[in-house]
């Protein structure tokens, strides 16, 4: 079974602050993304990435930039932290067997505030 | 834009029951999956029902899909304790779409 973990697991910082959060998967998954969940509108794409140095825009960008420096670590980087950007993020990745539309293996999610 | 909801925010019931949770979508789709999110953890897959087949099982869950009307449902027989979580679908187009979620709480 796919492994998936972040780091850290909570993370306050103040506005106009710099964060990275921090991705790994251990099954050999081609495909790796960042999603935000927030109440009342689930799960939301961030970026995604089909390999290593690959970088695909999701549906909600903006603020956001991501790094995939090898095949099983994906960043994500708000340069300048905003209140609006205070959620729950979630890093998964899927079988490149299937493409990008595959099953999902999501890790324990980063809780995020923004002050 | 969502491309797959659930129907009900959030559905209660007790230890033993039945339960089905709704999904509606509106967008073509190859397939849809169903996922499960406990409390402090991330999402995890139930059942995957591809858009030619009508029905899927493991073990307590049944998945439908109505390809004519845009729609699923997840029943779950049989309830236990731990199957309180947050029940999602996602659409699986030309990628994954996630609706907004029902929570069910199922008490002893």
């Known amino acids: 079974e796919a492994a998936v973990t972040q780091s850290p697991r909570n993370k306050v910082t103040v506005t106009g602050g710099n964060v990275t959060l921090s991705c790994r998967q251990t099954?050999?998954?081609?495909?790796m993304y960042w999603y935000r969940q927030d109440t009342g509108h689930g799960l939301r794409l961030i970026h995604y990435?089909?390999?290593?140095?690959?970088?695909q825009i999701g549906d909600v960008p903006d603020g956001y930039k991501a790094t995939r420096t090898t095949q099983e670590d994906f960043f994500l980087l708000l340069e300048l932290a905003s209140p609006s950007q205070t959620s729950l993020y979630f890093c998964?990745?899927?079988?490149?067997?299937?493409?990008?539309?595959?099953?999902?293996?999501f890790g324990p999610g980063t809780r995020l505030t923004v002050l | 834009s969502q491309l797959a909801e659930e129907n009900s925010w959030a559905l209660s019931v007790h230890e033993g029951e039945s339960v089905t949770v709704n999904c509606s979508y509106k967008?073509?789709?190859?397939?849809l999956q169903w996922y499960r999110q406990k409390s402090g953890k991330g999402p995890a897959q139930l059942i995957l029902?591809?858009?030619?087949?009508r029905e899927k099982r493991n073990g307590r869950l049944r998945a439908t899909l109505d390809t004519s009307s845009q729609s699923s449902s997840l029943s779950i027989t049989a309830t236990r304790c731990e199957d309180t979580a947050v029940y999602f679908c996602?659409?699986?187009?030309?990628?994954?779409?996630f609706g907004t979620g029902t929570s069910l709480l199922v008490d002893p």
């Open positions: 099954n050999s998954h081609n495909y």
């Open positions: 990435s089909y390999g290593a140095g690959n970088l």
């Open positions: 029902i591809r858009s030619n087949e």
């Open positions: 996602a659409g699986m187009g030309y990628k994954l779409t």
């Open positions: 967008t073509s789709i190859t397939a």
């Open positions: 998964a990745s899927s079988d490149p067997r299937w493409g990008g539309r595959a099953e999902q293996f």
